[in-house]
């Protein structure tokens, strides 16, 4: 099991930044990519943005260039800096992982989601 807590999230101007975090603990071992995804009202939940234990970094088109995301895997902590935000990035954050763990007793790999409880992120106009 991982736990998966977010902090961070406010209002803010549009134009302002803000820097989520993400802090993982349980078995945080079985980690592999670790990620952000944000749902506002009546839409679907979206990536934001993920990064692999080696680094490797994918982002929304809709995000480029005013986001970045970071992992401190000593500290299983992922974070989130955004700049230039703008209404439109307005939605609660979530933070994700996903783990690998061998099922007990067999050789098999099972794929398990975690998921932060969110924190709200406002940006006004």
């Known amino acids: 099991q991982v736990q998966l807590v977010e902090s961070g999230g406010g209002l803010v101007q549009a134009g302002g930044s803000l820097r989520l975090s993400c802090a993982a603990s349980g078995d945080t071992t079985c980690i592999s990519a670790m990620g952000w995804y944000r749902q506002a009202p009546g839409k679907e939940r979206e990536l934001v943005a993920d990064?692999?234990?080696?680094?490797?970094?994918k982002y929304a088109d809709s995000v480029k260039g005013r986001i970045t995301i970071s992992r401190d895997n000593a500290k299983n902590t992922l974070y989130l800096q955004m700049i230039s935000l703008k209404p439109e990035d307005t939605a609660v954050y979530y933070c994700?992982?996903?783990?690998?763990?061998?099922?007990?007793?067999?050789?098999?790999?099972?794929?398990?989601?975690?998921w932060g409880q969110g924190t709200q992120v406002t940006v006004s106009s």
């Open positions: 990064i692999s234990t080696g680094g490797s970094r």
């Open positions: 994700h992982a996903l783990c690998y763990s061998v099922v007990a007793g067999t050789s098999s790999i099972a794929e398990y989601n975690y």
